[in-house]
């Protein structure tokens, strides 16, 4: 038994050996954390500038790491540290706690460089000062200046001059993982952290008991409750062809969409439901109501969604200004980035915008006034945001051909009952040239009840002048 360990015990001496060669550097075993109250322990961690670079684990004898390994092993998110090696002494795996992407190494020495990469945050402390001084003018000189009448961030200002504070922006201010841009976002699936919190000023939350309607064909109402479960489709297969690329194009008039693998990869984890907070509306039927032939389903909201990989928001629109898209919120965000390049020499990136961007439209979709939930799946098929313990979903990705625009997009469907789901189905309202309403109607009620959704009522809608 004993034969088991003697690779990790070489691994951990060639690690201080590497270790020599760097300053401010300390190797420390059986770390002992606490959280919660109690005590968790942690095989080994690399602690540099007393900022926790890495904690290891140790898997003595085992053949092989699995991606599922990381996640059993992975300590409390409040734990500040940016890698979890496992390691079995000769194969080592790394999991890099800010963008969820896993690497394998095969010698000690591949590995330490790796994890060596990233700039220690007090070797830039000078920098960082100076880009907080900067996005702190940037933002009160934008707020003080904002005079568009009418528009939510004039009710945004204190909560926004706040947030950005120099000490809070000193604080959060991180290096990306090879030291080439700045960021402030220590873990995006933390809902509480500097980025999200910003973007969830940004875009308005539903609240407990208010209605959404999801107008869509009645063949699509039809398949909800037969299966007692909701689609969300990919973000490429929308019927707003901007949908890819809104954000990145309105800061960055060179942007190119899904141009690389990883991006078509990304894109295509992110899934979307479509509704309104307009009531039986005739815009809304014929447009997507199968011009009024389809139905609509009613939804209530439940609570707010704790995970940064499931949202339901307002969407926040532009303005037209002079016959053009002008987006207050994004020219925010725009003057931060290009204010940091030019005065500081540095760049900054909204590494949570990956999240946030499906929450912004143009100002031609405004009449719509939609709501919408997004789901974004992890690498492992759960939700982002899903903590291990909290028996995370696994859920199917499938693919079809949209009937809108014939694009290959892909679709995930969630329960009507899962508990995670931010809404609960109330009522189905058949559209104004809905076929057979009355037999209709019934049928949906049997079909209500016979999936034990008797509480869910049928409807006709009130609108009488189109036909």
């Not at 896993?102 to 020495?109: H, L």
């Not at 990869?265 to 011009?291: A, P, T, V």
């Not at 032939?293 to 200004?321: D, M, P, W």
């Not at 028996?391 to 693919?399: A, V």
Request: with cysteine; net charge neutral; charged share 30%.
């Amino acid at each position: 038994m004993e034969e088991k360990y003697i690779p990790i015990q070489t691994f951990i001496k060639e690690v201080k050996t590497y270790l020599t060669n760097h300053k401010n550097v300390k190797f420390i075993e059986e770390s002992y954390v606490e959280t919660d109250g109690k005590f968790k322990i942690i095989d080994s961690a690399i602690v540099r500038n007393n900022e926790t670079l890495a904690i290891f684990e140790f898997k003595a004898g085992a053949k092989e790491i699995k991606p599922q390994d990381f996640y059993e092993a992975l300590p409390p998110l409040n734990i500040s540290f940016k890698f979890l090696v496992l390691s079995t002494g000769t194969y080592h795996g790394v999991l890099d706690r800010y963008s969820d992407e896993v690497s394998e190494f095969k010698t000690t020495k591949s590995l330490l460089d790796f994890l060596f990469n990233i700039p220690a945050t007090k070797e830039t402390s000078e920098q960082i000062e100076s880009i907080a001084e900067t996005i702190e003018k940037v933002v009160l000189d934008y707020l003080e200046n904002f005079n568009i009448e009418n528009h939510p961030l004039n009710k945004l200002k204190t909560k926004l001059a706040n947030h950005f504070s120099k000490e809070k922006i000193q604080k959060n201010i991180r290096y990306n993982k090879d030291g080439q841009f700045f960021h402030l976002s220590a873990d995006i699936r933390d809902l509480k952290n500097f980025e999200n919190t910003f973007f969830r000023l940004l875009t308005e939350e539903m609240k407990a008991n208010e209605f959404i309607y999801r107008y869509t064909t009645l063949d699509t109402v039809f398949s909800t409750v037969k299966f007692a479960s909701v689609r969300l489709n990919g973000i490429v297969g929308m019927n707003d062809i901007s949908e890819v690329g809104y954000v990145e194009s309105y800061l960055d008039n060179g942007f190119i969409p899904m141009k690389n693998d990883e991006e078509v990869e990304q894109i295509n984890n992110r899934f979307i439901l479509c509704s309104s907070i307009l009531s039986d509306d005739l815009m809304q039927w014929r447009l997507y109501g199968d011009d009024c032939k389809g139905a609509c389903l009613k939804f209530k909201v439940k609570k707010t969604s704790l995970l940064s990989g499931l949202q339901l928001r307002k969407i926040s629109y532009g303005i037209e200004r002079n016959g053009e898209n002008y987006h207050p919120e994004l020219e925010l965000i725009s003057k931060i980035i290009n204010t940091v390049k030019e005065d500081n020499k540095q760049s900054i990136q909204f590494r949570a915008l990956g999240i946030w961007k499906h929450f912004f439209k143009s100002f031609e979709y405004k009449p719509e006034q939609e709501v919408r939930l997004l789901l974004i799946l992890s690498k492992n098929k759960s939700i982002k945001g899903e903590q291990i313990a909290e028996q995370p979903h696994l859920l199917s990705k499938d693919w079809c051909l949209t009937t809108s625009h014939q694009i290959v997009n892909p679709f995930v469907t969630i329960s009507l009952t899962d508990t995670s789901l931010p809404c609960e189905l109330t009522e189905v309202i058949l559209g104004p040239k809905c076929p057979e309403v009355i037999t209709n109607k019934k049928q949906f009620e049997q079909l209500l009840r016979e999936k034990n959704f008797k509480s869910v009522e049928t409807k006709f809608s009130k609108i009488k002048n189109y036909r």
